[in-house]
T-cell receptor, first 112, second 116 residues
Framework: GNSVTQMEGPVTLSEEAFLTINCTYT??????LFWYVQYPGEGLQLLLKATKADDKGSNKGFEATYRKETTSFHLEKGSVQVSDSAVYFC???????????FGQGTRLTINP | DTGVSQDPRHKITKRGQNVTFRCDPI?????LYWYRQTLGQGPEFLTY????????KSRLLSDRFSAERPKGSFSTLEIQRTEQGDSAMYLC??????????????FGDGTRLSIL
């Protein structure tokens, strides 16, 4: 079946630290991959996406590269800010299907 | 820029009661989705519509759940005879079908349901 596994949280970092949140997937066919972010009390916001192997999605200083050989889509940011504190979800969408399959989420807290 | 709107934001009800949630998608989006998110977990797909047609339903959607999108615009999700296990955040999302199938889904802020 299709599934997403994310690194377990919570993750706590200091401001300006380097961030990596690991995400690996299992999928039939070739999925599109997404990172969504959920700030406290809000719904999910699309952070970035990649639709094929070796694509790099980027937004707001975050990046993730679609690695077909390792079935991974790790999220990275070079220098985090307090405002990046949120829950981050990795998700996949199988081409031709319509349901997003999400990982369990990783809670990130950035301390000043 | 009007996003996906959900109403109410919070609903508290007693076990056994019926509840109905509403979702207004982004106006030009043809597809509308419902997901359920329990505490500490990622959202799980419930169902989706393309225009007014309900094209897929998850096995999570028991016969106590019904969703409609009568005119292909807003949608309602009704839960009958609510149970403790129905307590969750119910998320609505919408997307367009222009271009490739993998158009991103845009989410509302959700309706949080608490069953007493």
């Amino acid at each position: 079946g299709n599934s997403v596994t994310q690194m377990e949280g919570p993750v706590t970092l200091s401001e300006e630290a380097f961030l990596t949140i690991n995400c690996t997937y299992t999928a039939t066919g070739y999925p599109s991959l997404f990172w969504y972010v959920q700030y406290p009390g809000e719904g999910l916001q699309l952070l970035l996406k990649a639709t094929k192997a070796d694509d790099k999605g980027s937004n707001k200083g975050f990046e993730a590269t679609y690695r077909k050989e390792t079935t991974s889509f790790h999220l990275e940011k070079g220098s985090v800010q307090v405002s990046d504190s949120a829950v981050y979800f990795c998700a996949l969408l199988i081409q031709g299907a319509q349901k997003l399959v999400f990982g369990q989420g990783t809670r990130l807290t950035i301390n000043p | 820029d009007t996003g996906v709107s959900q109403d109410p934001r919070h609903k508290i009800t007693k076990r056994g009661q019926n509840v109905t949630f509403r979702c207004d998608p982004i106006s030009e989006h043809n597809r509308l989705y419902w997901y359920r998110q329990t505490l500490g977990q990622g959202p799980e797909f419930l169902t989706y519509f393309q225009n007014e047609a309900q094209l897929e339903k998850s096995r999570l959607l028991s016969d106590r759940f019904s969703a409609e999108r009568p005119k292909g615009s807003f949608s309602t999700l009704e839960i009958q005879r609510t149970e403790q296990g129905d307590s969750a955040m119910y998320l609505c999302a919408s997307s367009s079908i222009q271009g490739a199938n993998n158009q991103p889904q845009h989410f509302g802020d959700g309706t949080r349901l608490s069953i007493l």
